[in-house]
């Protein structure tokens, strides 16, 4: 996993959600994604992931699974430090988010939710 992967993640979760006609989630949906794309590549050993889109009336849900136990910290980044913020963008930017360990202790999930402002048209003026 690398930047060229990031990129082409976020032109895929960008396509759906236009598609989709959630036009109005996907600039962080796409910072979101980019954010725990970063910290694979910074934390877990052989940068390996699956990464997950899914829509719903409304909002998307994408998940990060990797096969690292380490679980993500929320930290108090130094104002000059090169990193630490990932995450803290990821709260700023989602409605929801969260982390799932998988039973085995063997990896885990790290997941966020956006969901639309647009409220939908009536029937009778589509």
Known sequence: MGAHSARHLRRVLRLYLVRS????????????????VANVVRHVPGRRC?????????GVRVEVADGCPELPVVA?????????RGLVIVA???DRWGV?????GRGK???FEC????????????
């Open 76 to 84: 108090a980044a130094d104002t000059l430090s090169d990193g630490g």
């Open 100 to 104: 799932a360990p998988y039973a085995d």
């Open 21 to 36: 006609g959630l036009r109005d989630v996907a600039d962080a949906a796409e910072l979101a994604l980019t954010e725990l």
């Open 50 to 58: 699956r990464v997950c889109f899914l829509l719903y009336p409304g």
């Open 115 to 126: 969901v639309s402002r647009a409220a939908p048209l009536p029937a009778r003026i589509r």
């Open 109 to 111: 999930t790290v997941w």
């Open 92 to 94: 700023a930017v989602a």
